[in-house]
Nanobody
Framework: QVQLVESGGGLVQAGDSRQLSCAAS????????MGWFRQAPGKEREFVAV????????TYADAVKGRFTISRDNAKNMVYLQMNSLKSEDTAVYYC???????????????WGQGTQVTVSS
């Protein structure tokens, strides 16, 4: 089992950058696929990015491709989401998730953080 805690959210201006962090507990962190998802008000939770356990594979949603970068540090039990060129449509609660299958579907993830709010003002 793993517990996840996100941080780094806040209010930013359009065009700014922000890095989200996700701290994981547990000694088996390096065996998990890690994903970032987001949920805007009135919308369903959507996939943002996923990284394999070895950090050798990455997949991004089209909406963030070229602007966001997912990374992980297995020695520190951390996952990061670097967000550049932020847009108002990036405003959402961002969630970190852990699972065993490399997938973009939220249903494939077993563990979730509480989320961190990112608000982009235009």
């Amino acid at each position: 089992q793993v517990q996840l805690v996100e941080s780094g959210g806040g209010l930013v201006q359009a065009g700014d950058s922000r890095q989200l962090s996700c701290a994981a507990s547990g000694r088996t962190f390096s065996t998990y696929v890690m994903g970032w998802f987001r949920q805007a008000p009135g919308k369903e939770r959507e996939f943002v990015a996923v990284i394999s356990w070895s950090a050798g594979s990455f997949t991004y949603a089209d909406a963030v491709k070229g602007r966001f970068t997912i990374s992980r540090d297995n020695a520190k039990n951390m996952v990061y989401l670097q967000m550049n060129s932020l847009k108002s449509e990036d405003t959402a609660v961002y969630y970190c998730a852990a699972g065993y299958k490399y997938d973009i579907s939220a249903s494939q993830y077993d563990y979730w953080g509480q989320g961190t709010q990112v608000t982009v003002s235009s």
